[in-house]
């Protein structure tokens, strides 16, 4: 008999606002420990919170971008349990009244397109963060955290295995990229993933489920849910019983464990926070976010193969982030005649060489401008492609131009028919049992005559010229 | 009501005598009692508030107001290591 496996994922998603949720302390990431807090983030007694408004806004730009509906009236609540990272003892929250409900996500799937309910969006704070290891007896904390403003995005358990829920992740993942809601870098802890797993009988109600926490990286959070699965199914079919219970994945053992000895202290009393009254937004307000609303991932995409022509993979490789879609944008407006040229080289040639140095598109030492420049000596066929390759080469370690890279290195293309030929008819004279070859009929050798007069030619012969004038010689 | 006196201390940590849950048992319930009164107004059709105060949310502009003042905050705390707070181990 089969099993159906039933996934819903909370993903806690840092906004990338310049303070934190509750009070004037810088969020930058990297500080020295503890320098960036207050009275308030650190839970001094008579201290009291004031919402940071840019947070709430890009919190609803994000319950927009998934099309969901935003309450214009939402309140917040505490959520009390005792941890050494927690210095108020409880973290602001919102729980039944939330800024966003009712949202979707479209991600894709085999077979087509699937559609992923999101339950909702509350704003909350981040708690501090406690170092444990190689410390004897006492655990060491760093409150710099502490109040960061969050995003708890909560799914629908609408994903069926791992993969649907990394499809889901990902598109979420890029969406607060592309909305700047986020850095969303996973292992800054911007971006971090619970996920809540049962298996059933088919038609059967929904099983018990099991959360599984500590789940940073896309890789760990495949391997987590697909060990939890076997695991439950694994255990029913001994016989056993699942039970409702928090699990840490271990990524270096591939397993998680039980963290049962602490749910007996997860009663956490929720109550409204006295000391913020109700969130309200006005109608013109939401409009006037969603009008700043940037292009969306799908929407991008759907441009690029229309207006550039660009194949459905070139157009996901240049919309993944962002960065990269303005980066192709500019390069298609500095050499506006050839949009696929323009993606080619900048998917496969740019962006291979910027990943073997570990470069974000952001700081490529080669500018828009600069490789349009050596694009154009493609297209006026100044220079060979093959040879265009080790110009790059050279851009991507000096500031010189094409141009001056091409004079220098003398990689002009020869594209005059006359110096072709002589160079043919000295290739022939040098191979006279291959000319007789091909003129018996072995069509072939032709590589063999292209290779022997890129040779002579230094590579610099126009390799389409070569063909054509070697196909006429030969025929004598 | 019962009130489960032990499992509430436990959750607000405060340590309790066999003694002090003895009196504060029927204390808390009495409390709680007193309140639940509350339930017996007929409340349909009135709005629930989310908030006794029907004031507005202050705003705060997102622009950093504080600086470094690590060594003055952790005067109160008894114990740091290199600007870190140090606690008694909190993992197993």
Redesign the interface.
């Known amino acids: 008999m089969s099993w159906e496996v039933v996934i819903g994922l909370e993903v806690h998603v840092q906004v990338n606002?310049?303070?934190k949720q509750f009070?004037?302390?810088?969020t930058q990431f990297g500080a020295?420990?503890?320098?960036?807090?207050?009275?308030v983030c650190?839970g001094m007694p008579g201290q009291l919170p004031?919402?940071?408004?840019?947070?709430a806004r890009k919190t609803v730009l994000t319950g927009l971008a998934i099309n969901a509906d935003i309450n214009l009236?939402s309140?917040f609540d505490r959520k009390?349990y005792?941890?050494?990272d927690l210095p108020k003892g409880y973290q602001i929250t919102q729980f039944p009244?939330p800024i966003v409900e009712h949202g979707y996500l479209d991600i894709p799937v085999k077979d087509g397109e699937k559609r992923i309910g999101i339950t909702r969006i509350h704003m909350e704070e981040d708690a501090g963060k406690?170092?444990?290891e190689g410390?004897d007896?006492?655990?060491?904390?760093?409150?710099n955290r502490s109040g960061v403003p969050l995003m708890e995005i909560v799914s629908e358990p609408d994903m069926a295995d791992a993969d649907e829920a990394i499809a889901y992740l990902k598109q979420l993942h890029q969406l607060v990229c592309f909305l700047d809601v986020s850095g969303a870098n996973m292992e800054k802890g911007q971006f971090r993933c619970d996920a809540n797993v049962s298996v059933r009988r088919p038609g059967e109600p929904l099983g018990t489920r099991a959360e599984l926490k500590n789940l940073n990286s896309f890789r760990f959070i495949k391997q987590a849910i697909e060990y939890e699965v076997n695991r439950q199914i694994e255990l029913i079919e001994d016989g056993g019983e699942v039970v409702q219970e928090t699990r840490l994945f271990d990524s270096a053992k591939g397993e998680s464990r039980s963290m049962r000895?602490k749910e007996e202290?997860h009663?956490y009393?929720y109550f409204?926070e006295?000391d913020?009254?109700?969130?309200?937004f006005t109608q013109a307000e939401v409009d006037a976010i969603r009008a700043g609303m940037p292009e969306l991932p799908g929407q991008l995409r759907k441009r690029f193969e229309t207006e550039y022509g660009l194949s459905p993979y070139d157009a996901d490789v240049l919309t993944q982030t962002r960065d990269l879609a303005a980066w192709y944008e500019a390069l298609v407006a500095a050499h506006p005649a050839d949009p696929k040229r323009c993606a080619n080289w900048m998917a496969n040639e740019l962006l291979g060489r910027l990943k073997e140095s570990g470069t974000d598109i952001a700081e490529s030492p080669v500018s828009p401008q600069r490789l349009a420049g050596l694009l154009e000596r493609i297209a006026d066929n100044t220079i060979s492609g093959k040879a265009a390759k080790d110009v790059l080469d050279a851009m991507m370690t000096s500031e010189d131009d094409a141009d001056a890279i091409i004079d220098a290195r003398g990689l002009k293309q020869v594209s005059d028919s006359g110096a072709i030929d002589a160079i043919i008819e000295e290739v022939m004279a040098a191979n006279p049992a291959q000319v007789e070859g091909y003129r018996g009929g072995k069509e072939k050798l032709l590589g063999f005559f292209v290779g022997q007069v890129m040779k002579a030619s230094r590579g610099k012969a126009n390799p389409g010229m070569v063909n054509q004038r070697l196909k006429a010689l030969l025929k004598g | 009501m019962d009130i489960d006196v032990r499992?509430v201390a436990?959750?607000s940590?405060i340590r309790l005598t066999d003694d002090e849950a003895a009196e504060l048992g029927p204390q808390l319930s009495n409390i709680i009692g007193y309140v639940e009164q509350l339930s017996a107004v007929n409340t349909d059709g009135v709005e629930p508030i989310?908030?006794p105060?029907?004031?507005?949310?202050?705003?705060?502009?997102?622009?950093?107001?504080?600086s470094?003042?690590?060594d003055a905050?952790?005067a109160s705390a008894p114990k740091t290591?290199?600007?870190?707070?140090?606690?008694?181990?909190?993992?197993?």
């Open positions: 606002t310049k303070t009070c004037g302390c810088s020295e420990p503890n320098t960036q807090t207050c009275p650190l004031v919402l940071n408004m840019e947070a009236v309140k009390n005792f941890y050494p009244l406690s170092m444990h410390l007896g006492v655990s060491h904390i760093d409150l000895g202290a009663d009393r409204p006295p913020l009254p109700p969130l309200r | 499992k436990m959750l940590r989310a908030h105060h029907d004031i507005a949310m202050p705003q705060r502009v997102d622009a950093v107001t504080n470094n003042r690590r905050l952790q290591e290199s600007g870190l707070y140090v606690v008694p181990k909190v993992i197993e």
